[in-house]
């Protein structure tokens, strides 16, 4: 199936690595050009290199996406943005005891307010194009909180909630622009080595009896950017393999 946007700009941040140049890889391999971001240049460089063997253009900006100055290096590194999918670092695991307003101002930074700044920057001109695509990579927490995971529970479904809001305006509604937020369960990227202590952990309780790819995730992110995707907004699309065990 052709997705109808070759041609067309997507910034996708945090994408040097795991679900983000997943996302990127499959928004590439459908002609679609580039910026992508991470904060070490050379990981960035290197995927940027990879992407660019798809023939779309790829413009690299290095640095940390929760930083407001990387954010608007971000918007002015493509000549529009037709495309946002919005990524970050995953907060660390542990007890909401030890946290205290720092750690949840972070969180928050990380895993919602740089999604909602970004999504600002751009729906408005997408909608005066007729056309835009909002994918926010949230997590599966959002669905079935996770216990040691408060920070990114509760972080990202504040997301969740505002993107619930933003995606149902009739100004970005009825002019192209859809928000849809992806939900992964686990997949096999340095992030679940990273909240294992470094050992990679057992497919236990995932029905697929596996681990997800980064691929297959950003194939889903490529089809809700696709023209078909146009009816679809303010949606949550969980990939899990099956993990979560209500019937919706
Ligand atoms: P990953 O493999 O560790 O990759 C993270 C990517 O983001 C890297 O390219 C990293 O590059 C970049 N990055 C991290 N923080 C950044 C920042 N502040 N500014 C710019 N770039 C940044 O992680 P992942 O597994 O793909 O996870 C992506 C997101 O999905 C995370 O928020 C994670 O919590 C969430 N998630 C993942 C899973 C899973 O199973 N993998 C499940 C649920 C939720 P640099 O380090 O060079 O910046």
């Given at each position: 199936m052709d997705f109808g946007i070759a041609g067309r700009w997507a910034l996708v941040c945090a994408s040097s690595r795991g679900l983000g140049f997943g996302c990127a890889e499959a928004l590439a391999g459908e002609g679609v050009n580039l910026v992508v971001n991470a904060r070490s240049s050379d990981t960035l460089a290197q995927a940027a290199e990879r992407l660019r063997g798809h023939g779309v253009e790829v413009r690299e900006v290095a640095g940390d996406v929760t930083s407001p100055a990387v954010r608007g290096m971000l918007l002015d590194a493509a000549p529009q943005v037709d495309i946002l999918v919005n990524n970050a670092g995953g907060p660390p695991p542990g007890?909401?005891?030890?946290?205290?307003e720092q750690e949840w101002l972070a969180a928050l930074q990380s895993n919602m307010l740089t999604a909602v700044e970004l999504i600002r920057g751009t729906v408005d001109d997408m909608a005066a194009r007729g056309f835009g695509r909002v994918v926010n990579i949230t997590s599966g927490s959002v669905k079935a909180p996770i216990a040691n995971l408060g920070l990114s529970n509760g972080a990202r479904s504040g997301l969740t909630g505002f993107v619930a809001g933003v995606a149902r305006q009739p100004q970005l509604a009825a002019h192209g622009v859809t928000l849809n937020n992806l939900l992964p369960g686990r997949f096999a990227t340095a992030r679940i080595l990273q909240t294992n202590g470094g050992t990679p952990p057992e497919p236990t309780g995932i029905p697929a009896g596996r681990f997800g790819d980064p691929a297959e995730f950003g194939a889903a992110c490529a089809y809700l950017c696709s023209a078909q995707a146009g009816y679809i907004t303010g949606q949550n699309l969980l990939l899990d393999g099956g993990a979560y065990p209500g019937t919706f």
């Open positions: 007890d909401f005891r030890d946290w205290g």
